[in-house]
């Protein structure tokens, strides 16, 4: 269970990725790295439709501690709909600017003690789990300090957690609240070298009606960190709680140095599926780390492309970039009228193994590319041809290193595969 940590200290930003063999995440599996594209060429300029999105929605930090503290409200609010933003005034910037959403971070179930940080919130005794000899639930040495488990079923935790909702929002500019560690399960919650294990909560039913409890407490709508804090389909029993208005991953389809591939794949892809599905958006965090990133930001843009919807599909790119700015030239394409709306990511495996979904338009920052179809193979053991289809594509996109703030560009190869390797993907165009 990957899981991020964000604390909002003055200029304090940690974001930290736990290993994966722990409960929860026995399906992940390695997937192969391919070498980037052939050589590309740019598309030709062309008219611009004003009627399509610049970029489809997408979601990243501003002013978040260090992350992309340089770039300007102007060009953020042109190019990024939501943002995790660290200050009211940067939130009111944001808006100012034609940013949509602005996110305020908190973290109902984890108190942070740092030598050069303290969660924020007025908790008592009773908030916190303890172990039959009195001594509270922990993590020592967790980042240098010690992490304390907040109980979510207490009374005093959840009026606590409404304080810090207050405190952080009580000069205005912010649209959603984002609750992170929020798990399927009781156990997940308590994973890691977490102890002694608390005695005033014992059950998963405990454990997510609290959570609900505790999030229905806020005033703005919550985005809860789920998906990989356990299983993505099982996240879903959050759907339909009071004040829940997004599911999100911090690591869809890709995570640092690996894809997510097989019977997880399939997890999260269908876990995305049931959140738009149900009128919620779902925030889907790509990352990698690699000194060459393209072909994760390919992978996980083709997948991401699979489940796609244009009113609640949410876009992370948060991949190692210049400056930390997790904004990238391929979110500037926008796939339209596709050939189906499914509703379980089954229906379009192909018998070759390989997943695909065509749309008949696609642009790139407003201009018509064509035809596209989004090609994937999640196996982390077998290549996939790619099946015959109805429409001949003579171009694959083609990434450059750089994210869209540094002058990055999407562009077209020449190169059209016929196959594709052990968790790779493609996304063709006419």
Not at 48 to 67: K, R
Not at 221 to 234: Q, R, S
């Amino acid at each position: 269970m990957p899981r991020s940590l964000r604390v909002l200290g003055a200029a304090l930003v940690l974001c930290i990725t736990f290993p994966l063999a722990i409960a929860g995440c026995s399906g992940h599996s390695l997937g192969a790295i391919p070498a980037p594209p052939a050589a590309s060429r740019d598309i030709q300029p062309a008219s611009v439709n004003p009627s399509i999105p610049l970029h489809v929605q997408n979601f990243t930090y501003w002013h978040q501690g260090s992350l992309a503290e340089n770039v300007p409200a102007s060009w953020m609010g042109t190019w990024a709909t939501w943002a995790e933003i660290g200050t009211s005034q940067y939130a009111a910037q944001f808006h100012a600017a034609g940013g949509k959403y602005t996110v305020v971070y908190t973290n109902p179930n984890y108190y942070y003690v740092l030598p050069s940080y303290t969660s924020p919130g007025k908790y008592p005794e009773s908030a916190f789990g303890h172990g039959s000899n009195g001594v509270r639930t922990q993590w020592d040495g967790l980042y240098g300090g010690t992490e304390y488990y907040l109980l979510p079923n207490s009374a005093t935790s959840q009026a606590g957690y409404a304080g810090v909702i207050a405190m952080e929002t009580v000069n205005g500019g912010y649209d959603f609240v984002y609750a992170d560690g929020v798990s399927d399960t009781l156990k997940t919650s308590l994973w890691g070298p977490r102890q002694p294990k608390p005695v005033e909560i014992t059950t998963d039913a405990q454990y997510v009606t609290g959570m609900e409890q505790l999030m229905a407490l806020s005033p703005l709508p919550t985005i809860i960190n789920g998906y990989n804090n356990g299983n993505p389909v099982t996240e879903e029993e959050y759907i339909g709680a009071a004040n829940i208005k997004a599911i999100y991953g911090e690591e869809c389809f890709t995570e640092a140095t690996r894809v997510q591939s097989d019977q997880y794949w399939i997890d999260q892809e269908n876990a995305l599926l049931d959140t738009t599905a149900h009128g919620l958006y779902a925030i889907c965090g790509g990352r990698g780390s690699l000194a060459d990133t393209r072909p994760e930001r390919i992978y996980y843009l083709a997948s991401w492309w699979l489940s796609y919807d244009p009113t609640y599909s949410v876009s992370l790119a948060e991949f190692s970039s210049y400056a930390n700015v997790y904004v990238f030239p391929e979110q500037a394409l926008v796939p339209t009228r596709p050939d189906q709306v499914e509703s379980d990511i089954s229906s379009i495996k192909w018998y070759t193994g390989a997943y695909v979904r065509r749309f008949e338009a696609c642009y790139y920052k407003q201009v018509l590319w064509g035809a596209c179809a989004a090609i994937v193979n999640p196996s982390s053991t077998n290549s996939a041809n790619i099946p015959q289809l109805p429409v001949v594509y003579h171009h694959s996109l083609a990434l450059d290193a750089n994210n869209l703030y540094e002058g990055g560009t999407a562009s077209l190869s020449s190169t059209v595969p016929t196959s594709l390797a052990p968790g790779t993907a493609v996304i063709l165009f006419q």
